[in-house]
């Protein structure tokens, strides 16, 4: 299970800006697909019929990139359309990788064409070394002690890809 440690470091590593306020809004960015766990949260909704859904979709992930492109702030000028799509994609492209069950867990990427699951189980191994659910206290202090592990290769794994990515512009 993907933490938001992770989801963050992915997202800071494609970064280019110094700026506080693109950072701040960067990381806010990199955890915005999970905030469709205020409908299951908020308001008792099935967490099978909302997570992962269509908040973890690439189409809307490009729609709200094209969205941005528009109506982005002059204060977040560092943060262009592509970087955009990249950090929304990542947080998806993540949960595949950490998905152990596609049918019930499994990220929707191109909801609503289809509503068909994927996950990729990668690192779900080394999740399951350190428990089943973060959702205990201890469940909770050994996950994110391997989110904070985890947290570094990934932060320079897309930072290698960030400057792939900026150097081809």
Do not use: K
Request: overall charge neutral.
């Amino acid at each position: 299970m993907a933490l938001p440690v992770s989801h963050s470091a992915i997202a800071l590593g494609l970064n280019r800006s110094r700026d506080p306020a693109v950072i701040l809004a960067v990381v806010t960015l990199a955890l915005a697909p999970d905030f469709d766990f205020l409908l299951v949260w908020g308001f008792g909704l099935p967490i099978q019929s909302f997570h992962r859904t269509f908040s973890h979709s690439l189409l809307v992930q490009a729609a709200a990139a094209l969205v941005w492109w528009r109506v982005r702030p002059m204060r977040l000028q560092g943060l262009g359309p592509f970087l955009f799509f990249l950090i929304l994609a990542s947080h998806s492209t993540y949960d595949v990788l950490c998905t152990a069950d596609s049918a019930d867990h499994g990220v929707m990427a191109f909801w609503p064409v289809t509503l068909e699951r994927f996950g990729w189980p990668v690192f779900v191994p080394i999740y399951r070394i350190f428990g089943e659910s973060p959702f205990s206290w201890q469940g909770f202090l050994s996950f994110t002690a391997l989110e904070c592990f985890l947290a570094w290769p990934f932060w320079r794994l897309s930072r290698s890809l960030g400057n792939v990515l900026s150097d081809s512009e």
